[in-house]
């Protein structure tokens, strides 16, 4: 197990351990070790190969023989058993924001609630608010949290979804009766969250492919198993559709399948303007599908004779379309990709002969990437290893911007510290290690009032800076837009960071006017960033198309905390392309000399 895994399973363990009422010293031997370990710069493996783990302060004698098992295991059976020995419930309430150990403990003690259900019948009947240490607030706040639970609970990150179906697609694809296999729906079309994976495959021999499809072993349990369609449910709750079709039929499928709705509507719409219907199955003539019992409702007004007529003229075949190129071609359209289709004027705005479209964002364009953390606030790679792997994706820069000092959770840096890692970053750029130059930056908190937490002149000598919210996150819409707008004004401010603070699934964003931030962000100059870590993606999709219009620029930024979160960067370039935002406005596409002369004008 690597050390960002075994940082994670101490940190459980603490938190386990609160729930259970341990002694304090106890819980903090575990969630100072975790502390410990995550900051610490040498490699894991070397440092117990040389039997040194127990030398290093913070690290008790308790830990170091856990620490050592899980790195050569995986497993611990203390953490097994300790798990094991807390009701399921008790675990899954540790799910809703703003309950830790300790909450969840004080819970069920007064209270006996060991379910989700338990609990949420304890808010309603107003129990945990006569609580002490709890109030009506907080218990509101809880019952906000179980509701958006099993609202969320039927979705899945985008992100997560995708590692489920890459192999799903691949096995399809290697099956010898395959034809052609793609994934569909929501996936495909690169939201940010996803209800079930579609999956579309062109064969004449369906059978042996469902066969596979349900017998796969990560299979939970088969919920159809046809000829055209078959379903399973996968363990993490996330499901699956498989439909085969003759190859005749898998670019209307595949258009049909991959959706969305609105899209589909429209389009139906455009192929009807044209006198053809537009289905799963194909296009056809308008008067051939007014014989089919299906389309009853256009048919209301017309009597019998009439239709007789119809059937009789029995209009040609529709065309034989291969693609879904050429079938957006046969509707005069350009091709419009999949992340595209939402239903929100793509059709119109498609056309052919009509206004340019900006070309979408592909990931070999980007040349580096900001906002990424390292060990010196909550982040697991040093700038030495997070310059590496920026170099081996290929990238030219690296923005580090770690937190500042009042996010303390986060061991966010003070004046002093920034300045010093400035030093670190100058030194190492200046080294000739790396291909990589790295621009040095900050992730300032905002707070509450609007101003920053660093001094003018700290922030004055950065490359750049980030400023992010992390804290009163309930203040009213009306002052979360002026202290956020404040911090836009401010001569230092180069980005805003993850713009509505939400967590997908988990956390609902915080209320704010978007459209006046932008207004403010294109009026000061300041980027407004994609965060691209898979949980955030915010600033949505849904407002860059009009935002990029307007002026706005974009930064791509993973907000990665480990070598391994650079990656992200692919899931905020989906939104970038979801977006539609030029290139032009994206800072990413730009060199290393362009990114610093960028930071120059504007600060
Ligand atoms: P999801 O799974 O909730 O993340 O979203 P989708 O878009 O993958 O939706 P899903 O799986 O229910 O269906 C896949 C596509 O099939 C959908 O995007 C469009 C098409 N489709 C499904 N039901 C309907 C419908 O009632 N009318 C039309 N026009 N299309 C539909
Ligand atoms: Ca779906
Ligand atoms: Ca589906
Ligand atoms: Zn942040």
């Given at each position: 197990m690597n050390k960002a895994d075994i940082v994670d399973v101490l940190e459980d363990i603490a938190v386990l351990l609160e729930l259970k009422g341990e002694n304090p010293f106890k819980i903090r031997a575990y969630s100072g070790g975790a502390r410990v370990l995550e900051t610490m710069e040498d490699d894991l493996g070397e440092v117990i190969a040389e039997g040194r783990l127990g030398s290093i302060k913070g690290i008790g004698s308790a830990l170091v023989d856990k620490i050592?098992?899980?790195h050569a295991t995986g497993e611990l059976e203390y953490y097994t058993k300790l798990r094991a020995s807390?009701?399921?419930?008790?675990?899954?309430?540790?799910?809703?924001?703003?309950?830790?150990?300790?909450?969840?403990k004080k819970l069920h003690d007064a209270l006996g609630v060991e379910s989700i259900d338990a609990l949420k019948a304890a808010c309603e009947a107003g129990e945990v608010s006569a609580l002490?240490?709890?109030?009506?607030?907080?218990?509101?706040?809880?019952?906000?949290?179980?509701?958006?639970?099993?609202?969320?609970?039927?979705?899945?990150?985008?992100?997560?979804?995708?590692?489920?179906?890459?192999?799903?697609?691949?096995?399809?694809?290697?099956?010898?009766?395959?034809?052609?296999?793609?994934?569909?729906?929501?996936l495909r079309r690169l939201k940010e969250t996803v209800g079930?994976?579609?999956?579309?495959?062109a064969s004449s021999e369906p059978q042996p492919v469902m066969d596979w499809f349900v017998g796969q072993d990560s299979v939970q349990e088969v919920t159809a198993h046809g000829a055209t369609k078959s379903s399973v449910r996968f363990e993490s709750g996330l499901q699956a559709d498989l439909r085969v079709v003759p190859m005749a039929q898998f670019a209307f499928a595949l258009h049909h399948f991959t959706g969305s709705k609105e899209h589909n509507v429209a389009m139906r719409q455009r192929a009807l303007a044209h006198d053809y219907s537009l289905s799963e199955w194909g296009l056809s003539r308008k008067s051939e599908v007014r014989d089919q019992k299906s389309e009853v409702r256009d048919q209301k007004s017309e009597d019998r004779e009439q239709r007789a007529e119809d059937r009789e003229r029995k209009a040609e075949e529709g065309p034989q379309l291969q693609s879904e190129q050429e079938l957006f071609e046969f509707l005069g359209l350009q091709m419009i990709a999949p992340e595209l289709r939402e239903g929100m004027g793509e059709v119109e705005r498609y056309e052919l002969g009509g206004d340019s479209v900006p070309s979408l964002l592909e990931l070999s364009q980007l040349r580096g990437v900001f906002h990424n953390h390292t060990t010196a606030s909550d982040g697991r790679g040093t700038i030495e290893e997070m310059a590496e792997a920026a170099e081996a994706l290929g990238f030219d820069y690296l923005g580090l911007a770690?937190?500042?000092?009042?996010?303390?959770?986060?061991?966010?840096?003070?004046?002093?510290?920034?300045?010093?890692?400035?030093?670190?970053?100058?030194?190492?750029n200046e080294s000739g290690e790396s291909k990589v130059h790295v621009f040095s930056g900050i992730e300032c908190d905002i707070l509450p009032d609007g101003s920053l937490d660093l001094e003018d002149r700290t922030l004055a000598a950065l490359d750049y800076t980030v400023m992010s919210v992390h804290s009163s996150f309930s203040q009213s819409e009306a002052e979360m837009t002026a202290r956020v707008i404040r911090a836009i004004e401010h001569p230092a401010t180069v980005m805003l960071g993850h713009p509505t603070g939400r967590i997908l699934l988990r956390r609902e964003p915080y209320k704010i006017d978007l459209q006046k931030v932008i207004d403010a962000a294109i009026a000061n100059k300041v980027i407004i960033e994609i965060n691209a870590n898979p949980k955030r993606l915010d600033m949505d999709w849904r407002l860059w198309r009009r935002a990029a219009e307007k002026g706005l620029m974009c930064a791509i930024n993973p907000d990665a905390h480990s070598t391994e979160g650079l990656a992200y960067y692919a899931a905020g370039v989906n939104i970038a392309r979801k977006g539609g935002i030029p290139t032009e406005q994206i800072l990413n596409c730009r060199d290393c000399a362009g990114v610093a002369q960028w930071f120059a004008e504007r600060r």
């Open positions: 050592e098992t899980l807390i009701a399921p419930g008790l675990i899954e309430m540790l799910d809703i924001p703003g309950l830790g150990g300790k909450k969840v002490k240490g709890f109030g009506k607030k907080s218990e509101e706040k809880i019952l906000t949290g179980i509701a958006n639970r099993a609202a969320y609970a039927k979705r899945h990150l985008w992100w997560d979804a995708r590692t489920v179906a890459e192999p799903i697609l691949a096995g399809l694809r290697d099956l010898p009766q395959v034809e052609q296999a793609e994934a569909a729906g929501s079930d994976l579609d999956f579309i495959v770690d937190h500042s000092k009042a996010s303390y959770q986060a061991n966010g840096l003070s004046d002093a510290r920034v300045l010093k890692q400035l030093e670190q970053i100058r030194a190492f």
